[in-house]
């Protein structure tokens, strides 16, 4: 059974940082694709950042570029996504994934469960 299972979301202020992870199990982690995706209330999921099989390639959507950053340890089967400098727009449920190599959450096979990021202003 494939599970992934994010932590470390939680409620800061504006400017400051969390990392979240994903433990991943049941499944050949670094066969796959890693990214984290968040949906805002009232708004659709959107992709906030992917990391190939090997994580030497990283893609971020434009408005966490700068701001956040993915890794993965492959000898753990877990992945991470660091966010510094949080807005009050960022706040959402983060998803973590296992998929394709691509921005389009269908192309995703696996999710976890989600972990809520609230910033306050």
């Known amino acids: 059974q494939v599970q992934l299972v994010e932590s470390g979301g939680g409620s800061v202020q504006a400017g400051e940082s969390l990392r979240l992870s994903c433990a991943v199990s049941g499944v050949t982690f670094y066969y796959w694709t890693m990214a984290w995706f968040r949906q805002a209330p009232g708004k659709d999921r959107e992709f906030v950042s992917r990391?190939?099989?090997?994580?030497?390639?990283?893609v971020y959507a434009n408005s966490v570029k700068g701001r956040f950053t993915i890794s993965r340890d492959n000898a753990k089967n877990t992945a991470y996504l660091q966010l510094n400098n949080l807005r009050s727009d960022d706040t959402a449920v983060y998803y973590c994934?296992?998929?394709?190599?691509?921005?389009?959450?269908?192309?995703?096979?696996?999710w976890g469960q989600g972990t809520q990021v609230t910033v306050s202003s």
């Open positions: 990391a190939s099989p090997s994580g030497e390639q990283v």
């Open positions: 994934a296992l998929g394709s190599y691509s921005d389009r959450s269908e192309e995703y096979r696996y």
